[in-house]
């Protein structure tokens, strides 16, 4: 497939004006409902990504972590670096580990009323409920609150929502889905376990 | 799908031994070849992600971005906030704006050279060549140079290369390989445009 100079000028001249002409039709501003979801990796720390590119326009941002584990404590410290990340760890680990589902609940549900409080206030630009969907998985949250909670956010509020098996009704509801795909992971392939800085 | 306490503890409890089974015959300890590729957001952001979570362990992290625009210059200045973070720009701007061959291979072969010396660097725990992929798929480096470059890496060194269509040999060589898959998209469904904090 190798070109010479003037075809690939030409082709890239002209994917340059399919391009332009893309971005002009384009107009409309708009606070997102953003879902990662899928068995990869990714979701939590391409939300952490986001978290850093919003602190870098000057953007405020909200964290609340529904399940431990997804961020450790130093993770945790680098985010207390910014003044501008108000981030909340609510979260008392994996559900498997905990074996108590009415106490899992009342987690969930001081999670949640943290993600609310942010969503009801306008100072919020970036919102982010990290392993929400597990929760929602779970039935330790009705979905329909959650809907119904989003639906009130501001209209130029972006708000996150990470974790895998995100139900129909909140893909219905985003605007911007991402499926983390795993096509190879060392876990199963070579019994490599989690390593700082990779898993945690 | 409501199950009783006990039912859920009783499973929960299952889950947790599956799990820490499962743990258990993980021991070894590598450095890995990590790709994000895929269509879908995040890929770059992901890498964001993996730079802060490196940092909160304390490791020391390069970046070199290939393409400009995958980041921000207010991405770059929250980067530059970390002493431990080495980030350099390389790319001039998407290869259709340039349509100029043999520049865009100097600029590539430029970052390349960089990422080329922060490999040969052992006081580098994670190294991120940002958007490489892009720069293979044009031919602009040789996809079996990166191969052979990859194969010396320290033993414990992380390297994450992210972007858009991952040569089947690159995804060969690697250990851990997540795909972000588009589901949903609001600049095709509803015209709306990049917006900062999202797509920037």
């Not at 990796?41 to 952490?48: M, N, Q, R, V, Y």
Request: glycine share 8%; proline share 2%.
């Amino acid at each position: 497939m190798m070109r010479t100079d003037a075809e690939h000028a030409e082709r890239m001249a002209k994917k340059k004006a399919a391009q332009d002409s893309k971005v002009a039709a384009r107009d409309a501003e708009k606070g997102l409902i953003i879902v990662h979801t899928g068995k990869g990796k990714g979701k939590t720390t391409a939300a952490l990504g986001m978290v850093i590119r919003a602190v870098g326009h000057g953007m405020r941002v909200g964290m609340v972590q529904f399940v431990k584990g997804a961020m450790t404590t130093g993770e945790a410290a680098v985010l207390a670096r910014f003044p501008e990340v108000d981030f909340h760890a609510m979260g008392e680990g994996f559900t498997w580990n905990t074996q108590d589902r009415s106490r899992d609940i009342a987690t969930a549900r001081g999670a949640w009323e943290e993600v609310k409080r942010m969503i009801a206030d306008p100072s919020y630009d970036l919102i982010v409920a990290d392993e929400l969907n597990i929760v929602l998985r779970y039935d330790y949250l009705p979905v329909d609150e959650v809907l119904e909670v989003l639906s009130t956010k501001g209209a130029m509020t972006h708000v996150v929502i990470t974790g895998r098996n995100a139900p129909d009704a909140l893909i219905e509801a985003a605007d911007l889905v991402t499926d983390m795909t795993q096509v190879k992971h060392p876990f199963r392939e070579q019994g490599v376990k989690a390593q700082k800085g990779v898993e945690f």
